[in-house]
């Protein structure tokens, strides 16, 4: 009796355990169907695409509604099936379990930290800017179009770099952001470059360079300039046109100052005469360098009742005899007889 009760038993759990094993191959498996069946499956199938239509209206919806808001991450596989009778009963390995947030939050991290997204798709070679891209869990990134074209015409799923299988995705936007930074980058520095070249063009019209042929190109352009203007300007009218020409030679007169930088008055204060006192006494010199006497003075006055002056440059010369040799000199601002600099002065 107990043997027939075990029988039983074991066909009961074999029948069941048979049943388990056909309805998973039955889900899994592709078979072929009888007509009846057939049509039963198109009907299913086309089921399937009608809900599968309906939702992705329902996600070109979400699209629109969530245009102009920030871009959400998220996992870009479907939602595994639900387990069957020989998954439950241990006669097939069920599937893995799915990334928590937390972990997918470890993934990104770890992608973040190889830089993966600063760095072309490894499968085309192209920088990611814009489009969409997918984050598998491997912490590898790639185009979103590159990797379901890798999965079409390798005919498996694993991961391009690492070969890791059965791997899970999730849509990222860490590439277009980096584009967008580099794109704000480059046009911040355009425009600054655009100011700069706008200032300089500014200051060139009015401030006159350094350099002695374009400081002269400068100021010759200048006068043309007011040239031009007082040509235009004549009229009938004689004390408006001597009224402009007092004005274009008054300017002519402060443009030659501005032009010619040798012509420049010395403001010396006590601190520098002193210094120069200092260096013409450590020099020592006797002697006037231009009529050879004595320099020796009391109270101011030298032999014969000549002022003794001191140049701002520390040399000594009778007052007459340097009067004399400006008297001759031929340039606009005499220079010292002996180091050729300009020069202020003062009675010793």
């Given at each position: 009796m107990r043997r027939r009760l075990t029988c039983k038993a074991n066909s009961g759990r074999l029948t069941l355990a048979a049943v388990a094993l056909q309805d998973h191959i039955t889900r899994t498996v592709p078979?072929?169907?009888?007509?009846?069946?057939?049509q039963a499956a198109c009907g299913a199938a086309h089921g399937f695409r009608s809900h599968k239509n309906q939702s992705t209206r329902q996600r070109a919806r979400d699209a629109e509604q969530t245009q102009g808001q920030e871009e959400k991450e998220y996992v870009l596989d479907r939602a595994p099936p639900p387990l069957t009778l020989a998954q439950r009963m241990g006669l097939v390995a069920a599937p893995s379990r799915r990334l928590t947030a937390e972990e997918w939050a470890e993934?990104?991290?770890?992608?973040?930290?190889?830089?993966?997204?600063?760095?072309?798709?490894?499968?085309?070679?192209?920088?990611?800017?814009?489009?969409?891209?997918?984050?598998?869990?491997?912490?590898?990134?790639?185009?979103?179009?590159?990797?379901?074209?890798?999965e079409k015409f390798s005919c498996s799923k694993s991961c391009p770099m690492c070969r890791k299988e059965q791997y899970e995705t999730r849509v990222i936007y860490d590439g277009a952001q980096l584009y967008r930074e580099k794109c704000a980058l480059r046009i911040q520095a355009f425009w600054r470059g655009y100011l700069v070249r706008k200032r300089y063009q500014t200051i060139r019209k009015h401030v006159p360079p350094k350099d002695h042929r374009l400081r002269?190109?400068?100021f010759e352009k200048k006068f043309q300039e007011m040239n031009d203007s007082l040509v235009r300007s004549c009229s009938t009218d004689v004390e408006a046109f001597l009224k402009d020409i007092d004005r274009s030679v008054a300017?002519?007169?402060?443009?030659?100052r501005r032009f010619d930088k040798s012509v420049c008055v010395f403001e010396m204060e006590d601190k520098d005469w002193?210094?120069?006192q200092e260096k013409a006494v450590q020099r020592g010199v006797q002697d006037c360098p231009i009529c050879l006497n004595h320099l020796n003075s009391q109270n101011g006055l030298s032999k014969g009742g000549r002022n003794v002056l001191l140049l701002s440059c520390s040399h000594l010369f009778h007052e007459?005899?340097?009067?004399?040799?400006e008297l001759f000199c031929q340039e606009v601002k005499p220079t010292c007889p002996l180091c050729r600099s300009h020069y202020a002065k003062m009675l010793v």
């Open positions: 078979v072929c169907f009888s007509n009846a069946s057939r993934v990104k991290a770890r992608s973040i930290q190889e830089g993966d997204s600063s760095q072309p798709c490894a499968i085309c070679r192209e920088e990611f800017r814009l489009q969409p891209q997918v984050l598998l869990s491997c912490s590898h990134v790639f185009h979103k179009v590159c990797l379901k074209s890798f002269r190109q400068f300017m002519s007169h402060d443009l030659l002193l210094e120069a007459p005899c340097l009067e004399a040799f």
